[in-house]
Structures are given as structure tokens and as C-alpha cells.
């Protein structure tokens, strides 16, 4: 029994390689293919064309699903990109630096639907209202971040996050923008009810952005 069973898959094998070896057996031997059966785990005992069809068929689904969701994505990050270049144009614009703090404030709000922003500096020689002040090293301490990369980063809120804000309700979701390389200048915290709005997975480019500009603006 054993014997034979060997001998059926080294035949097997050979089979399965002459074919792969042989693409066009079929086109030569049509008859074969209206006699095949496949197992379909829907659809029952299909013969190979059909199987080919379907699988082509949710090959076209999937295609066209990613594209969808590809499409959408650059929908999403269209609307961003124009968010942030009207936020940068406005910053830009103002000529004092407390009208860079308040108008980055404001902005954000209007434009991305934050629930509570603040802008945290390390020093505020310019008697700046509307911010809050904190030498860098106890922003690193409540963050937990050395911000090495100089990349903005997302989570969920943690008790210590919360020191960052006021909102009265509870946070879920973060993002921290370093200003200035490894925060030196500060931090601008972003914080939502919302806990899917910012994941530690996210991509960061336009929070970047974001802080690039307003630190720009902040110690021009």
C-alpha cells in the first residue's frame, strides 16, 4: 500500500512537472479540459475553465478593491495636503510670533477637527500667552520620547500624555510634533476623543510638515 502510494505521487510528479514545463498541453488537447473537475469549495465540481474564470473573477474583485481603497487614500490625502499648505500660507502671513501661536491654534482646530491643541516651549523669552512652558527634559520624561528621529509620534493617551492637555474629557488619541531637532524648541500636542485618529502606525509626513513650518515661524 505504502509502495503504491509512493509510485502514485513520483507519477503525480512528473505529471504536475511536464505541465508546468508544457504550458500549452491544453491548447493541444482541448477535449481534456471539458472533461476535468476541480473541487470548488462554493460552487461544487467545476470543470478547470470555469475555475479559471471564477478565480479570474475574484482576482478582478480584489484588483478592484485595493484600487477603491487606493483611491480613497489619495482622496484623503489630497484634502490634507491642501489643509496644511493653506495652514502653512497662514502662518506665514501673520508678522508677529503670538499671531503664529494663535493662528496655528485656531487653524488646527478649524482645518483637522482636533479636540485639544498646545504648544509646549522650552523657553518663552517673547512672553508668548497661549502656550505652555517646559524645560526639555520633563517633555521627554512625560512623552517617553527622545525624539531621536525628529519624527512626530502617535498613540494611544497615556496617563502621562494627559499631563500634556486640558480637555476635560477623556483623551484616546495623541500626536506629538517635535519643533526643532530632538524638540529643543518644543512640542506641539494634537489630542482626540477619537482613538483611531492618530495609531502608532500612521504615517507622519504631514505632521512633519506641520511642525517644520511652525517652527520655522516660531524662531525666525
Avoid at 467545476?46 to 484588483?63: A, C, D, K, P
Avoid at 531621536?148 to 500626536?175: H, K, M, W
Amino acid at each position: 500500500m505504502a509502495k503504491a502510494a509512493e509510485d502514485l505521487e513520483r507519477v503525480e510528479g512528473k505529471i504536475a512537472n511536464y505541465l508546468e514545463k508544457n504550458p500549452e498541453f491544453f491548447e493541444r488537447h482541448p477535449q481534456l479540459l471539458e472533461n476535468l473537475k476541480i473541487n470548488h469549495k462554493v460552487y461544487g465540481s467545476v470543470s478547470l475553465v470555469e475555475r479559471q474564470i471564477l478565480n479570474l473573477r475574484q482576482r478582478t474583485e480584489n484588483l478592484q478593491g485595493r484600487l477603491n481603497e487606493m483611491m480613497d487614500n489619495a482622496h484623503v490625502n489630497s484634502e490634507l495636503l491642501v489643509k496644511c499648505s493653506e495652514l502653512a500660507v497662514n502662518l506665514i502671513q501673520v508678522s508677529t510670533k503670538q499671531e503664529v501661536v494663535d493662528t496655528l491654534s485656531k487653524k488646527i482646530h478649524d482645518y483637522f477637527n482636533i479636540d485639544d491643541c498646545q504648544l509646549w516651549l522650552c523657553q518663552n523669552n517673547d512672553n508668548l500667552e497661549n502656550v505652555k512652558v517646559s524645560d526639555i527634559d520633563t517633555l521627554r520624561k512625560l512623552t517617553d520620547q527622545q525624539f531621536i528621529q525628529d519624527d512626530p509620534v502617535c498613540g494611544r493617551v497615556t496617563e502621562s500624555i494627559n499631563q500634556l492637555f486640558d480637555s476635560e474629557d477623556a483623551l484616546e488619541s495623541y500626536a506629538l510634533i517635535p519643533l526643532g531637532e530632538g524638540a529643543e524648541v518644543g512640542i506641539i500636542a494634537l489630542g482626540s476623543h477619537n482613538v483611531e485618529l492618530f495609531t502608532a502606525d500612521m504615517g507622519t509626513l504631514f505632521l512633519r510638515f506641520i511642525g517644520d513650518v511652525a517652527e520655522a515661524c516660531l524662531t525666525q
